[in-house]
């Protein structure tokens, strides 16, 4: 569900204008906001690919150090909120 920008209600793909303040709403996905999709998406798996294997540096050797892996998953974790958090402005 997406969100009218002026009031931050919920509002259905249907809907043309927003109920509670009357703002115009428009539904369209240009090639900006699917790359953004895509990329937000690809972070996500690496974020993921970095957790696990950062619980694996613990158990295995043939893995990079813990500390390498940690700052790592941290680091995807930081890029990932920014990544989400600008995909729903340019949605919008």
């Given at each position: 569900?997406?969100?009218?920008?002026?009031?931050?209600?919920?509002?259905?793909?249907?809907?043309?204008?927003?109920?509670?303040?009357?703002a115009s709403v428009v539904f369209k996905e240009s090639a900006k906001t699917i790359f953004g999709q895509r990329f937000t998406g690809c972070i996500k798996m690496m974020f993921f690919a970095s957790a696990g294997l950062t619980v694996a540096s613990l158990f295995f050797d043939a893995t990079p150090s813990f500390t390498k892996c940690v700052t790592c998953t941290l680091i995807l974790a930081i890029v990932k909120s920014s990544a989400e958090q600008m995909y729903e402005k340019k949605k919008d």
């Amino acid at each position: 569900m997406t969100r009218c920008r002026d009031c931050n209600t919920c509002l259905t793909p249907e809907e043309t204008e927003c109920i509670s303040c009357g703002a115009s709403v428009v539904f369209k996905e240009s090639a900006k906001t699917i790359f953004g999709q895509r990329f937000t998406g690809c972070i996500k798996m690496m974020f993921f690919a970095s957790a696990g294997l950062t619980v694996a540096s613990l158990f295995f050797d043939a893995t990079p150090s813990f500390t390498k892996c940690v700052t790592c998953t941290l680091i995807l974790a930081i890029v990932k909120s920014s990544a989400e958090q600008m995909y729903e402005k340019k949605k919008d």
